[in-house]
């Protein structure tokens, strides 16, 4: 975790229309994920030639996909919610000190 060309994004869910939480289910109000990828190998894997830009976009899905299973659990089967995603300089200090709350192949990710 924490390498100098890992990815990091913050991924906000929104709460959407019509979705009524039950009592005592998990709300998406205020809550996101920080999720940090190590792209190392992925355009490769994907039988690209090697680039930033390919290693964003794929760091970039695997970010969401993990965010999504990371909150996953707390929602009916088939609940996608919509989400922002904004790529961040660097993991923040705080969460290096934190297990992450999902690890999923290249992906680390916390529940904030």
Known sequence: ???PNSFAFK???NHPDGFHSHRGAFSLKGRSVIVEVE???MASFMGFQHSNDVD???AEDTAQQAALQTIQKDFPEGFAPSCDIVQLHRLPDELRRRLPT???GRAF???V
């Open 56 to 58: 964003r976009y794929l």
């Open 11 to 13: 991924v906000v869910f």
């Open 102 to 104: 999902l690890h999923a």
């Open 1 to 3: 975790m924490n390498k």
């Open 109 to 111: 990710a916390w529940l």
């Open 39 to 41: 792209p190392e190998g």
